[in-house]
């Protein structure tokens, strides 16, 4: 059971590229995040997702993209970077709460940390 | 949805207990309260949640006052290895959650 892994866990990316950060999990949690985190700073929501096919945006998803086509993978699209998203990335994954607004525990990968010179 | 407020940092002493509270005065009557820490530059790992009642685990107690407008994550005896960035969120309900600055505490020799 290896939890939530992400890769790659460090990129270097020139002004303009394009790249995709990997998420997936084996533990069949249907809901599934990406958060960035600046030095200093706590973290902020770009995307979730509660289930294959369902993706909605976060706090900050200027910038990004995501898909969800199985419950396991959750990618994250980062086109024509900028310097602003020099950042640690997170991903998570919970299972859905059992009941409506019920408790939700969620589970963090290691990270990726990106920078965009 | 319910913000939280916590102290920016603390300091405890090894073996000591360290008190960590946590205001959150809108929060709502469904509403979890969750504690998470970040170790040097990992993951957040999840530490205990609570509702309504005081909840305690292998790691730490959950204190959450009637009123439910605050809250106090206790360790019961710090160690080194407790140093990390602890936060302190209420769920909100549409699950849109972002996590504040938190609490560094220092635990030192």
């Known amino acids: 059971n290896a939890g939530v892994t992400q890769t790659p866990k460090f990129r270097i990316l020139k002004i303009g590229q394009s790249m995709t950060l990997q998420c997936t999990q084996d533990?069949?949690?249907?809901?599934m995040y990406w958060y960035r985190q600046d030095p200093g700073m706590g973290l902020k929501l770009i995307y979730y997702s509660v289930g294959a096919g369902i993706t909605d945006k976060g706090e900050v998803p200027n910038g990004y993209n995501v898909s969800r086509s199985t419950t396991e993978d959750f990618p994250l699209r980062l086109e024509l970077a900028a310097p602003s998203q020099t950042s640690v990335y997170f991903c998570?994954?919970?299972?859905?709460?059992?009941?409506?607004?019920?408790?939700?525990?969620?589970?963090f990968g290691a990270g990726s940390r990106l920078t965009v010179l | 949805d319910a913000k939280t407020t916590q102290p920016t940092s603390m300091d405890c002493a090894e073996g000591r207990a360290a008190n960590l509270p946590c205001n959150h005065s809108t929060i709502s009557g469904n509403e979890y309260v969750y504690w998470y820490r970040q170790i040097h530059s990992q993951g957040p790992q999840y530490i205990i949640h609570?509702?309504?009642n005081n909840e305690t685990n292998e790691m730490a107690s959950l204190i959450i006052t009637e009123d439910r407008k605050s809250s106090t994550l206790i360790l019961p005896h710090a160690t080194l290895r407790d140093t990390a960035v602890y936060y302190c969120i209420v769920m909100p309900n549409d699950y849109k959650l972002s996590f504040g600055a938190g609490t560094t505490v220092t635990v030192r020799a």
């Open positions: 533990m069949n949690h249907n809901y």
């Open positions: 609570g509702l309504k």
């Open positions: 998570a994954s919970s299972y859905e709460p059992r009941v409506p607004f019920g408790a939700n525990v969620l589970t």
